[in-house]
């Protein structure tokens, strides 16, 4: 078992193919010897090849998904909202992609926008709602916390205690409720995949000690 698996708890073939991939992909990237990228591009058929072993999917399809990431190979980043209104409720969102569930607003961070833009422009496009950004709270790792399902590549999720400024619930293409819940009735079909109960916990924690430190990996 490798270090990763023995933190994240995640298989080992996984860790594995992230790996290789990333290796393929910073290789690539830099690599100007056509027989090292020869090399490379095999190294990324192999990862292809893991993962789709792993979880049952087409090689091909992963390998054009990994061909599709350039340059040196980093996490990506999502960001998450935690908009609170004046009787300390947490606004969630029920998306209507993947699992239907509820979580946090937001998604994929974008270029151009600091994280603190993105994840109030995600506020406003899922909920309705305007808000500021006040404090990132939490900085996870994906693996680490253990959602599910696995992802293909590394992720870091960066969580912000926000203020609400504005706004009315509305529905978004990629939600189809909105709603502020107490910390005592955080409905119980949340997607895991994106937001975990015990990142919610600590995010009301810090919306009553503004003090905390950030949270990090």
Known sequence: MTEG??????????????EVQAIAQTGL????????????????????????????????????TFQAEQGYA??????????FDDE??????????????WTLPGGWADVNQTASECVVREIQEESGYTARALKLALLHDRA?????????????????????????ARGSLETSAVGFFAEHAIPADLSTSRTLPHQIARLFAHHRDPSLPTEFD
């Open 5 to 18: 698996a023995r933190v994240t708890g995640e298989p080992c073939w996984l860790i594995r193919a992230r």
């Open 29 to 64: 990237a830099f690599s100007r010897d056509p027989y090292d990228r020869e090399r490379y591009e095999a190294l990324r058929r192999i990862a292809a090849s893991m993962m789709a072993a792993g979880v049952d999917a087409e090689p091909a399809a992963l390998l054009a």
């Open 74 to 83: 980093t996490p990506k980043i999502d960001v998450r909202g935690a908009v």
């Open 88 to 101: 300390d409720r947490l606004l969630l969102v029920r998306e209507t992609a993947d699992d239907g569930r």
């Open 144 to 168: 680490r916390q253990g959602h599910q399902p696995a992802g293909l590549f590394s992720i870091y999720k960066l969580f912000f205690v926000c203020a609400l400024t504005g706004g009315a």
